[in-house]
């Protein structure tokens, strides 16, 4: 069986407050794309399951999502056959692009089908929050509201057409240090994450635009100026808005036509400030 795991961006991102137990509740709009790693799955007679990835330095064991998805599902239902996953990664690593949530999200997909485990999304959705607070999100796909640790989602009307820049420097970003980072409790300002899905509710990508905001940057920016740096790159290219996704440090524009787009691709490739560089869309369920 062979699946696409789809990439996501976040059009806005507040961290609502820091709880005791030390989770951070969160309050974000949530956007697939259409950037994806490609899975293909072999049920085996031998028990066991094996990994197989383009990236030489991802994990194949137990550490890679991948297994942990598997597992959870293989061991509550105690399949007694093995599963053989080929992964090819494109989605960068590390990158606020929720890569390996998704690969988890589509492994569960895969899973439930191969097995004939008649779980419906909804019951997938419960299971794959233990993994990680995005994966619910990656199995539902779409535009939504993400509150919670993230694993409360409310779907949302798609997010008007545009083209989606997406530049990542050469650094890795681990979240835990950006959240470990950050004071959410002392905040003098937050994103207006309602006023933004008032305009995307409108389908006026530059009203969406002047709403995005990410507050993770204040952490993530000052420690990789080079975010920074993309973001003016990429407006000053003509994207009506760009920003950092997620922890980081990825950073995306959104563009109103394709031509402006390509455009800003080369000139951002020629800037040397990002490696990683693709123009892709909106994914709507
Ligand atoms: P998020 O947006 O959810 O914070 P991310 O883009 O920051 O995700 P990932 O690319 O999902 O981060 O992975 C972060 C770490 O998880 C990597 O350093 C990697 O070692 C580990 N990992 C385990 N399994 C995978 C996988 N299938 N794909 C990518 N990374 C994986």
Do not use: W
Not at 112 to 125: A, H, K, T
Not at 255 to 266: C, P, Q, V
């Amino acid at each position: 069986m062979k699946l696409r795991a789809l990439a996501k961006i976040n059009l806005g991102l507040d961290v609502v407050r820091r709880r005791e137990d030390g989770y951070h509740e969160v309050r974000m709009v949530m956007q697939t794309i259409n950037m994806y790693d490609l899975l293909e799955l072999t049920v085996t007679e031998s028990p066991g399951i094996r990994i197989q990835t383009n990236l030489y330095y991802l994990p194949c064991d137990e550490n890679n999502l991948v297994y942990k998805a598997a597992k959870l599902l293989m061991d509550e239902f105690q399949i007694t056959k093995g599963l053989y996953v080929k992964l090819d990664k494109f989605i960068p690593v590390a990158a606020g692009m929720a890569g390996g949530s998704s690969d988890a999200a589509a492994t569960m997909v895969a899973v439930n089908r191969l097995f004939r485990l008649g779980l419906s999304l909804e019951q997938l959705m419960e299971r794959g929050v233990k993994i990680g607070a995005d994966v619910p999100y990656c199995i539902m796909r779409g535009t939504a509201l993400a509150e919670g640790i993230g694993e409360i989602l409310s779907p949302m009307p798609p997010m008007p057409p545009c083209h989606i820049l997406i530049g990542k420097p050469p650094v890795s970003v681990s979240t835990k240090f950006v959240y470990g980072n950050l004071k959410a409790n002392e905040l003098e300002r937050h994103p207006d994450i309602d006023g933004l899905i008032e305009e995307m509710k409108k389908g006026d990508v530059r009203g969406m635009c002047r709403k995005m905001e990410n507050v993770l940057e204040t952490v993530t920016i000052p420690a990789y100026p080079v975010i920074q740096e993309i973001k003016d790159r990429m407006i000053k290219c003509g994207a009506a808005g760009a920003m950092m996704s997620g922890s980081g440090p990825t950073v995306f524009g959104v563009f109103e036509s394709k031509e402006a787009g390509l455009k800003a691709k080369e000139e951002l490739s020629k800037s040397g400030l990002a490696r990683q560089i693709f123009l892709t869309t909106p994914f709507n369920r």
